[in-house]
């Protein structure tokens, strides 16, 4: 193996159809996690299989500054089920570069000597140098450092520090709407409220970091719309091309009218602007969101009902956490070896639950069931 970036899994993947995973022995897997949340339709969807299919057919890629007839339709699929009128997209290719290009629209768009940015303690929101900035573990941050400064870190769900800490220095908070990597954490509605208020106050841009809450994974198309928040921008990536390579920093008008000079070659290709329009519309139009509340709801009850060993049961639509009582690593290996249910963690004591939107309660009976057998 010459490759270096992942301690490689001894289970090699295949196939996947649904909820399902295929490895090189025909073994099926349900995908609990959705690959990381990456395909909130299944796998291989056939409506995103065959918009990708037609585009490649006709153009794979071209510079992004001539305009693209799928990726002005996907713009505009953005901005009308956008939350409020945050109407302005960019694209590009990952969850941190979009992170990486709302910090640089903060910066732009408010007074050159506003250089804070407010970001949450346990909060996650990528590894390129100013997402990795704002991203709370040390171990992640450790062999990199010095990064961007002038970050300040605040409690997660607490509302008075985070009112103290926005000023007039201050060109933007960061904030995963409810936090994944770092738990699932759900925060109060007043937390986030507060942060809208003060940003609103102070002249600074709010940036909720949807790239794991969003495309109905907490049971609304964006987790803004159950926050009541309207950000200043909106961030993500993961399920938006539903397992293509896409991510968005979608913004208000006073972002976009002075966002300074960002660029990236691929931004926008034709074929990843056509997974995501494929994804966007399937997601809207077969009301997945919903069907996401309505199975999280099950699958957390029974969760809760079921396991006597968990700590906690926490989360909101499809994006589910229980809280256990020793590490979580060994559990999902159990979960994987023994019972074929592929879960993920979210810190050291959490396994996390992100699985295709798509799913049914059968499934969940499954999980829920391989959960009961491990977890106890
Ligand atoms: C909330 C959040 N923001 C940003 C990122 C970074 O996304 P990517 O891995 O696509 O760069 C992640 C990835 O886990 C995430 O969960």
Redesign the pocket.
């Known amino acids: 193996m010459s490759g270096f970036v992942f301690a490689e899994k001894p289970i090699r993947m295949e196939e996947g159809n649904g909820v399902y995973l295929y490895d090189d022995t025909g073994t099926e897997y349900l995908d609990a996690g959705a690959s990381?949340a990456c395909v909130p339709l299944g796998h291989d969807h056939a409506a995103v299989q065959a918009a990708v299919r037609d585009q490649l057919d006709r153009l794979t890629y071209v510079q992004a500054s001539y305009p693209v007839g799928v990726r002005t339709e996907l713009y505009e699929l953005l901005a009308e089920t956008a939350p409020g009128d945050v109407g302005k997209t960019w694209l590009c290719n990952?969850?941190?570069?979009a992170?990486e290009a709302a910090l640089k629209f903060a910066r732009a768009a408010t007074d050159a000597d506003r250089t804070k940015i407010i970001a949450t303690m346990q909060g996650?929101?990528?590894?390129t140098m100013g997402?990795l900035s704002t991203t709370w573990k040390e171990k992640y941050k450790k062999p990199y450092e010095p990064l961007i400064g002038d970050v300040e870190f605040v409690p997660y769900g607490d509302s008075e520090a985070m009112a103290e800490a926005i000023d007039d220095e201050t060109a933007a908070v960061i904030v995963?709407p409810i936090q994944?990597?770092g738990g699932i954490n759900p925060p109060t509605k007043r937390f986030l409220q507060t942060a809208r208020v003060h940003t609103a106050q102070q002249g600074a841009a709010l940036i909720f970091?949807e790239?794991?809450t969003g495309m109905g994974r907490t049971g609304t198309l964006w987790a803004a719309e159950w926050t009541d928040v309207v950000p200043d921008m909106l961030?993500a990536?993961?399920g938006l091309g539903n397992g293509l390579p896409v991510?968005a920093t979608l913004c208000r008008d006073w972002i976009a009218e002075d966002y300074g000079s960002h660029a990236s070659t691929f931004s926008g290709g034709p074929v990843i602007s056509a997974a995501a329009k494929a994804t966007v519309e399937t997601v809207v139009d077969e009301e997945v969101p919903a069907h996401a509340a309505d199975v999280g709801a099950y699958l957390r009850e029974e969760l809760q009902t079921t396991l006597e060993n968990a700590r906690d049961v926490r989360g909101e639509g499809l994006m589910v956490g229980i809280e256990v009582k020793r590490g979580a690593n060994r559990y999902l290996k159990e979960l994987a070896v023994n019972h074929q249910v592929l879960a993920l963690p979210a810190g050291r004591t959490v396994v996390r639950l992100l699985p295709p939107l798509t799913l049914e309660r059968h499934h969940a009976d499954r999980i829920v069931e391989a959960m009961a057998e491990v977890v106890g």
């Not at 990952?94 to 570069?97: D, K, M, R, Y």
């Not at 996650?124 to 590894?127: A, K, L, T, V």
């Open positions: 990381y990952s969850g941190t570069e992170n996650f929101h990528g590894r997402a995963e994944g990597e970091d790239v794991q961030t990536a993961k991510g």
